[in-house]
Nanobody, 126 residues
Framework: QLQLVESGGGLVQPGGSLRLSCATS????????IGWFRQAPGKGREGVSC????????NYADSLKGRLTISRSDTKNAVYLQMDNLEPEDTAVYYC???????????????????WGQGTQVTVSS
């Protein structure tokens, strides 16, 4: 019964910000790495960011680094993705995923993650 539920998506104008949340249940968050991935219409799944289960080490896609901040709250069983200076190209469905990874820092490879949420839509448009 491991579950992940994304929230916080919506419509935002270019240059705006959103904070996505990934609420988890059914497992101890500290035992898993959490990754964020996104999929735009007609495109494949793209790794965005991840945070490791050990000491909160983080990893970001090179093209997105500087506009993203991933954080984890073990007490709240949640992971957050702060996105700033959003661009229309950021429009996608954003997914969070959990995996009992051995890599540190975590890796942005989707098949390394075992459990997935249903996604939250982010639309960046004027």
């Amino acid at each position: 019964q491991l579950q992940l539920v994304e929230s916080g998506g919506g419509l935002v104008q270019p240059g705006g910000s959103l904070r996505l949340s990934c609420a988890t249940s059914g497992f101890t968050l500290d035992d898993y790495a959490i990754g964020w991935f996104r999929q735009a219409p007609g495109k494949g799944r793209e790794g965005v960011s991840c945070i490791s289960e050990s000491e909160g080490n983080t990893n970001y896609a090179d093209s997105l680094k500087g506009r993203l901040t991933i954080s984890r709250s073990d007490t709240k069983n949640a992971v957050y993705l702060q996105m700033d200076n959003l661009e229309p190209e950021d429009t996608a469905v954003y997914y969070c995923a959990a995996g009992a990874l051995l890599f540190s820092p975590c890796i942005l490879v989707d098949n390394s993650y075992d459990y997935w949420g249903q996604g939250t839509q982010v639309t960046v448009s004027s």
